[in-house]
């Protein structure tokens, strides 16, 4: 196998090896106002319960929402999506409704207030089950307490970042690797 040569790097742009996606769209309404934005730093920290922790910075009108309403929907777009993912995140809900701009489908959840978008892969209702993260960290650890998938494709294109606005599609997948795999392991 062999070894690569390398150089120095920048650490704050470690982000362009690391950021794994998919990227996500979160829904969330408080009081009347429903909003979505972009996400692609989240991760996921337990099965059963089924945990992911996420980060939105303070600044974004969705930070609000999530944390007065201790809930929101993460959904999955697939690549049809990727003009609209990336003018949801370059825009506010302070000042445009993002369903009716981007021409999105709000549908309701069974566990959450928050709207699921009707044009994404899978909706995840969720739960905040744990703040304490968020004045220090702006890190919200959710539970999923309702996912709804589509039946298929089963494993759907979706878009993954690298930073500095440089996108990855998912591509072909492959099981090769699999008679390796020890399911205990992960
Ligand atoms: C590809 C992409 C990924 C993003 N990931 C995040 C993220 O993980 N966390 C975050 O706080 N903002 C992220 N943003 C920025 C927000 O989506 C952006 O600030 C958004 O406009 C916030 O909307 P809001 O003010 O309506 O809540 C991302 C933007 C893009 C384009």
């Known amino acids: 196998m062999k070894a690569y040569a390398k150089q120095d790097f920048p650490v704050s742009d470690v982000r362009r090896f690391l950021e794994p996606g998919p990227i996500v769209l979160v829904s969330s309404a408080w009081r009347g106002k429903t909003n979505i934005m ?5 991760m996921i920290m337990g099965f059963q319960p089924s945990l992911v922790g996420c980060y939105i910075w303070s600044e974004n009108f969705s930070f609000d929402l999530v944390r007065r309403s201790r809930q929101c929907v993460i959904n999955v777009p697939t690549t049809d999506l990727g003009a609209t993912v990336v003018d949801i995140g370059n825009s506010s809900g302070r000042h445009i409704d993002k369903f009716a701009k981007f021409s999105l489908t709000a549908q309701a959840g069974s566990e959450v207030d928050a709207p699921l978008i009707a044009e994404c892969f899978a909706n995840f209702e ?23 998938v589509a039946r298929a494709p089963r494993y759907p294109r979706t878009i993954h970042y690298h930073g500095d606005g440089v996108f990855m599609l998912s591509g072909p997948n492959t099981s090769k690797w699999r008679k390796r795999f020890n399911p205990h392991m992960l």
Not at 38 to 42: A, D, R, V
Not at 126 to 148: G, M, N, P, Q, T
Request: glycine share 4%; with cysteine; hydrophobic share 45%.
């Open 38 to 42: 972009t996400m692609g730093w989240h």
């Open 126 to 148: 969720c739960r905040l089950v744990d703040s304490s993260l968020i004045r220090r960290y702006s890190l919200f650890v959710l539970e999923v307490v309702k996912a709804h």
